[in-house]
């Protein structure tokens, strides 16, 4: 711990949090509480917060999950279950505060709602983040940041009259939640420790955006119109903008008298001073795009940095437009101690963002990065005389360093020879090459979660024994590489937020497989479709025979979508022509098309096909490591360096009318009718 204070002194010292959060707004109030010196237990299904499938990644590890979740404990639970029920139940009962951000309803559904919880911990609060609410014509309804900044009149008064409606660049009410529902819980904690009972804490996206709009509520009830898109400018005062310099942009804010004549001076402009159209701030905003361009002639011939110097002597309020990784490291961030390295034991010092919150007397916490996933199951759940229902399903509670061969104890291996435990996968080392096989080949090999969480296990065991040098997928039989995802398990889907978590499981479990030291290797025999294709194309070598056929027919079949995480993966290892040709005309690639366009490195007749793999892997296992393994890493940095927010696309897609009727049709056999809808 950094900030020099004992836990004990912590402003929260003693409170205990359960969260149920996933992406922003939970974690970010939990983060929040944690700071303070709350106990945060993270409770997170087998497969993660989706969260950990957002890049960039740190030895395999999302960098925005290490700081969004610093300073918590993560406890993997399947809430679907009876015995993860009546484990969280445990942990409720122990707790001051549960804190979730599903859709409203859905605690409820698994008998965790507040009133449930509330008979055997009637002093709990219970804090429930939302797009919309928990109540009100909306609330069933999903609802992303994006959602709530267009609905709250948020996006309507950024960017400008020709830019149209502009989203923040940051989740600002997904952030304002979570802040919100940290203040809600501590004014709730503080009825309670007073001699009330808990309570319930509910906020929503929605209006979280709306407490933003100070400046249009006021013209609207005050009889005025509310404002519209004045791109940086302010909303009735001039000049208070964003400013071009010859190199680069600076903001300015001379409203007063006094900072109005030191603007005008340290410009070295009197004729503007001078001018009685310009008097007042009123006048000024009034002519504000006559007088901005003015300004700019004499300001795009000067440096950001005189610029700033000039009015800061004069008076002015200024700075200037910094790019994230100025503002990161200007000195009046430094200087003020707010980054600070939070120590992993693995991967060494894991830089943050500090708490906001600057307590003179108890400073707050600085300890811990985002937990491995269900690294704290078994001893919290022993702590709280719950079961661990997880043990052997969750995922690793350790993580080595890369490149150097360590391991930890909880990272069990397989059996050197066999099928992993429920799994339909078959796990085999032989001289240095570590062969997953996908054994379904009744069902051409489909993956069900089952599998994806098998094959994330294996790719951990590729990096974490040193003696493998090459990791081989293949699938059992002669009719699939891998078929797609079960389709059975998308009849339990109600709504797009589950195609997006869906979505983010399966990013994970791809990104894992790109993020494996050693050379990697698909044998495509048959079928490789859908979720088989981004499996394929997630390594870094595909061999194949005359029989393959690989294709996204998903147009065609399902009407849901792919995520920006694998429509990247085929840009780069296809093109986005070919991509799109394949989403587009729901169409296969036979083999020879898929060599000639560099997404098969061979083809040859059934037959041959083993001893060409093995001739690639003696060529693999007789080259420089440390030269492969540079190579894999930049190119996996260069796909993931720009990869955009696709929830509302995922969420839109998988939450479809069509989506839905396919997957009955499927069932039954029969062919879908799109509506588009």
């Avoid at 000039?310 to 990784?325: D, K, M, N, S």
């Avoid at 420089?624 to 720009?642: H, N, V």
């Amino acid at each position: 711990m950094d900030s020099g204070t004992a836990p004990a002194a912590l402003p929260l010292h003693g409170t205990t949090v359960i969260e149920v959060g996933v992406f922003m707004a939970a974690p970010f109030a939990a983060m929040q509480l944690a700071d303070l010196g709350a106990r945060v237990i993270k409770v997170e299904p087998p497969a993660g917060d989706p969260t950990r499938a957002t890049g960039p990644f740190v030895d395999g590890e999302s960098s925005p999950f290490l700081r969004l979740n610093r300073n918590k404990e993560s406890v993997v639970l399947d809430l679907k279950s009876d015995a993860g029920v009546a484990a969280f139940r445990a942990l409720a009962r122990g707790a001051d505060v549960v804190l979730e951000n599903l859709r409203p309803g859905a605690m409820g559904r698994l008998g965790l709602g507040p009133e449930e919880l509330w008979r055997d911990n009637p002093g709990l609060v219970y804090a429930s983040g939302s797009g919309w609410g928990q109540d009100g014509p909306l609330a069933d309804r999903p609802g992303l940041d994006i959602m709530a900044q267009a609905r709250s009149g948020l996006m309507a008064v950024t960017g400008t009259p020709e830019s149209g409606p502009v989203k923040a660049g940051v989740p600002v009410c997904d952030l304002t939640c979570g802040l919100y529902l940290a203040l809600g819980v501590l004014a709730a904690l503080r009825h309670r420790d007073a001699g009330g009972g808990g309570q319930r804490v509910d906020v929503s996206l929605l209006e979280a955006g709306l407490s933003y709009t100070i400046w249009e509520a006021g013209k609207f009830f005050g009889g005025a119109e509310a404002g519209g898109r004045t791109g940086s400018a302010h909303q009735s005062q001039a000049p208070y903008q964003a400013l071009r310099a010859r190199d680069g942009w600076v903001t300015a804010g001379a409203i007063t008298p006094a900072t109005w004549t030191g603007f005008c001076r340290a410009l070295d402009r009197p004729d503007l001073l001078a001018d009685e159209r310009y008097a007042t701030s009123a006048d000024r905003f009034a002519l504000r795009e006559e007088l901005i361009a003015d300004i700019e002639r004499t300001t795009a011939e000067r440096d950001v940095r005189e610029l700033v110097e000039a009015w800061t002597a004069h008076g002015v309020p200024c700075a200037p437009i910094l790019e994230p990784r100025e503002a990161l490291t200007d000195p009046q961030v430094t200087e003020r101690d707010f980054i600070w390295s939070a120590r992993d034991p693995e991967l060494g010092e894991v830089r943050q963002l500090g708490s906001p919150m600057r307590l003179s007397g108890t400073p707050a916490r600085r300890d811990s990065p985002g937990p491995r996933l269900g690294a704290h199951t078994g001893a919290v759940l022993r702590e709280f005389g719950a079961v661990d229902h997880t043990e052997g399903h969750r995922g690793t509670e350790g993580r080595k360093k890369r490149m150097a061969g360590e391991t930890t104890e909880a990272r069990t291996a397989p059996e050197e020879h066999g099928a992993a435990p429920d799994t339909d996968l078959i796990v085999s080392a032989e001289d240095g090459v570590l062969t997953v096989t996908f054994d379904r080949p009744d069902a051409r090999n489909a993956m069900t979660s089952q599998m994806y969480e098998g094959l994330f296990q294996a790719c951990e065991r590729a990096d974490a024994d040193p003696e493998v040098k090459a990791l081989v997928l293949r699938g059992a039989g002669a009719k699939a590489f891998v078929a797609g995802s079960d389709i059975r398990e998308f009849e339990a889907f109600s709504s797009g937020e589950d195609g997006v978590a869906y979505e983010a499981r399966i990013s994970r479990v791809i990104n894992r497989i790109e993020d494996v030291d050693v050379p990697t290797v698909a044998v495509v025999r048959g079928y490789c479709v859908g979720g088989g294709l981004a499996i394929a194309t997630a390594c870094d070598l595909r061999l194949a025979d005359e029989t393959a056929r690989f294709g996204v027919p998903i147009a065609r079949t399902l009407g849901n979508c792919l995520s920006a995480n694998t429509m990247s993966l085929l840009h780069q290892r296809l093109g986005p022509a070919r991509t799109l040709d394949l989403l587009l005309r729901a169409d296969f690639l036979d083999a020879e098309d898929a060599r000639a366009a560099g997404f098969v490195s061979a083809v040859t007749a059934p037959e041959d096909l083993e001893e060409k793999v093995a001739d690639t892997l003696r060529r693999i296992l007789s080259q420089a490591p440390i030269t492969m393994w540079a190579a894999k890493e930049l190119t996996r940095r260069l796909r993931r360096s720009g990869l955009p927010d696709d929830g509302d696309v995922v969420e839109r897609a998988f939450g479809s009318a069509d989506f839905a009727a396919a997957v009955r049709a499927f069932g039954t056999g029969s062919t879908p009718e799109w509506t588009g809808r």
